[in-house]
């Protein structure tokens, strides 16, 4: 369930990208926006797409982890600590 959501949030900034990339084009088009604006604003979305894309990868991260935690489930740190105990 988790993956479905990462991939539908993926596939809805994709598709957000894609269609403000068609507006400015359209609007560069008519002669309303420079190239160069509408570059510099592509840009600074794409930059702040991945600074969200980084936040929600990191938050899932610690999600999982806590669930991990919340559930008792063994990591691989745990289980390398007990086969030097066993050794």
């Known amino acids: 369930m988790f993956k479905d959501i990462v991939y539908t949030a993926i596939g809805a900034s994709v598709l957000v990208r894609e269609k403000v990339e068609e507006e400015m084009q359209k609007l560069e088009a008519k002669g309303k926006i420079q190239t160069d604006d509408a570059k510099s604003f592509i840009e600074s979305i794409e930059a702040k797409g991945k600074e969200e894309d980084e936040k929600l990868k990191s938050r899932a991260k610690e999600m999982i982890k806590e669930i991990i935690d919340e559930l008792g489930l063994a990591t691989?740190?745990?289980?390398?600590?007990?086969?030097?105990e066993l050794k």
């Open 76 to 84: 691989k740190e745990d289980i390398a600590k007990l086969k030097e």
